[in-house]
């Protein structure tokens, strides 16, 4: 895979999605215990070398939580990137769509998906995003 076509065609084979526009993919995952999780995979291109694509899932309203706190959760976990968006603090992580392969896509969407989850769950928050 090398384009942002062929990634939203291995979404909506695999994954129930929701095309929000021409380059933001949504999903919602269930995580068990009557919980989900909602994920948006977005592709930028900057140009075609250096095109990339997003997987980001929110985890709480900004207002939930202190900058204090989020840092002390995430501290367990080095590989994903916190941001606030929309009002809410989100897990980012990315890939480059060049020479992409599917389990590069599986594995950060599962990886952004399951964390989200986990950091709900430690910080008592609800399943309401």
Partial sequence: MATWTEVENYLTSNY???????SIIQLVFNVGNGR???VFVEGHS???DDAFITFVSPF???D???PQE???VMSIEGNLGVTIFAGYYVLTNAAPLKNLDTNEIAWPLFYV???ADIVERALGLGDDL
Avoid: C, G, I, P
């Fill in 16 to 22: 129930k999605t929701e095309k929000k526009d021409n």
């Fill in 36 to 38: 989900s999780q909602l």
């Fill in 46 to 48: 900057l140009d075609h």
């Fill in 60 to 62: 709480a309203k900004v």
């Fill in 64 to 66: 939930q939580l202190t």
């Fill in 70 to 72: 989020v840092v002390t």
């Fill in 113 to 115: 998906t399951e964390f």
